[in-house]
């Protein structure tokens, strides 16, 4: 009996050590969830994500009148090899444009720069910035954001067009035919102080305000301007909202061109001062919104005679967006006499002889524009 046990445990230990060492079950071979293409010597692999520019490959245009409206619209289509996303943006500065630009595209050698009459559009330009294409309208004038249009059309394979960028430009309504004499006599002019009643403006280091110096300079200015025989619009006369209390900021601003739209004027003069985080920073400036052919013509005289006047430092007439000088119909300006917010400035626009300098000034830069406007016509 004993013997018959041995023999069974010896039995037992054998298979178990032929287990244990035995060559393990073949198992299928794992394969990868995404087939890689193989790529021979020398060859890359381009991402998804830099995908290849487009071709800007034809362009064309045609002029379109509107039947109910009358209104006039410029239509520039441009053909590219792909979808693009374009957009666009009016510039001032140094004169007025519509640039496009369209993302991923390079225009081919046959894309070249076009001329038009100038009642809508002055000229076209193709320039390449990086990866993408400057489309540049040279306008004759400043236009809206709502006088132009950019958008993308996609490619219509069964009627044969490909994907398109197109440009829509209208004519802005037209301004008033400006012939100008020489000299201030029976000239109208509209002054606005800048600020007033509830809004104190831009207020110095010394508490001295920017709507107290705007109205001391815009009355003596209407003195003088009526002494030469020109007859002076006022958008305030005092301490005053020229809307009223309550007023939005738009309406506020409003009622000072509609004042000078309203009464025909033949110029619009905004007075203020301006001021600088930075006390140190100083100087003279004028700002113009280029919507006639004698708004930049108007900065200019005035920035000439200011800076005459009061010898501070240059910082030239330069385009800007105000809304007064932008809404009003005629050509405008906007003069910032010094910085109410360097010590020494506030303490000139707090002087009534700095102030009678600077009026002065601007009197002789307004005659000056006139004179000048005069010669052109």
């Known amino acids: 009996m004993r013997k018959i046990l041995w023999m069974f445990l010896l039995a ?8 244990a060492y035995a060559a393990p079950a073949v198992v299928p071979e794992a394969k990868p969830v995404i087939s890689l293409p193989k790529i021979a010597s020398g ?4 991402s998804r994500g830099n995908s290849r520019q487009s071709e800007l490959s034809k362009v064309r245009w045609a002029n379109h009148t509107e039947a109910l409206t009358g209104a006039a619209m410029l239509r520039l289509v441009m053909d590219v090899s792909g979808p693009v996303e374009a957009t666009g943006v009016v510039i001032a500065s140094p004169t007025p ?9 390079v225009p081919n050698k046959t894309v070249s720069n076009l001329t038009f009459d100038g009642k809508i559009v002055e000229k076209v330009s193709f320039d390449v910035s990086g990866q993408d294409t400057k489309v540049s309208f040279d306008l004759p004038i400043m236009v809206e954001d709502s006088d132009f249009k950019v958008f993308t059309l996609r490619n219509d394979p069964q009627a044969n067009k490909p994907f398109r960028v197109v440009v829509d430009v209208n004519k802005p309504v037209p301004l008033p035919d400006f012939s100008f004499t020489a000299g201030l006599k029976n000239k109208v002019i509209a002054i606005d102080p800048g600020h007033g009643g ?3 403006g831009a207020i110095g280091p010394s508490r001295y305000q920017e709507k107290t110096v705007t109205l001391a300079v815009s009355q003596n200015v209407r003195t003088l ?8 619009i006022m958008t305030r006369q005092d301490d005053r ?5 309550n007023a939005t900021a738009v309406d506020e ?14 110029v619009f003069l905004s007075i203020h001062a301006d001021a600088f985080s930075n006390p140190t920073v100083g100087g003279t400036s004028t700002y113009y919104y280029q919507k006639t052919r004698f708004d930049s013509m108007l900065a200019s ?16 007439a330069n385009p800007a967006n105000f809304y007064v000088i932008k809404r009003t119909r005629m050509p405008a300006a906007l003069v910032e006499l010094a910085f109410i917010s360097n010590p020494n400035e506030e303490k000139l626009l707090s002087s009534p002889e700095f102030q009678q300098k600077m009026s002065l000034g601007i009197v002789q830069g307004l005659e000056r524009f006139f004179n000048q406007a005069a010669k052109l016509n």
């Open 198 to 200: 509830s809004d104190p």
């Open 43 to 46: 060859q890359t692999v381009e």
């Open 97 to 105: 444009r519509l640039v496009v630009t369209i993302k991923g595209t």
């Open 225 to 232: 301007l009526e002494k030469a025989g020109a007859r002076v």
């Open 12 to 19: 037992l230990f054998i298979t178990s050590w032929t287990s």
């Open 241 to 245: 909202d020229v809307y009223g209390p």
């Open 253 to 266: 601003l409003k009622a000072r061109s509609t004042a000078a739209n309203n009464r025909k004027a033949d």
């Open 301 to 316: 005289s005035l920035q000439t005679s200011l800076i005459q006047a009061g010898n501070l430092q240059d910082r030239r």
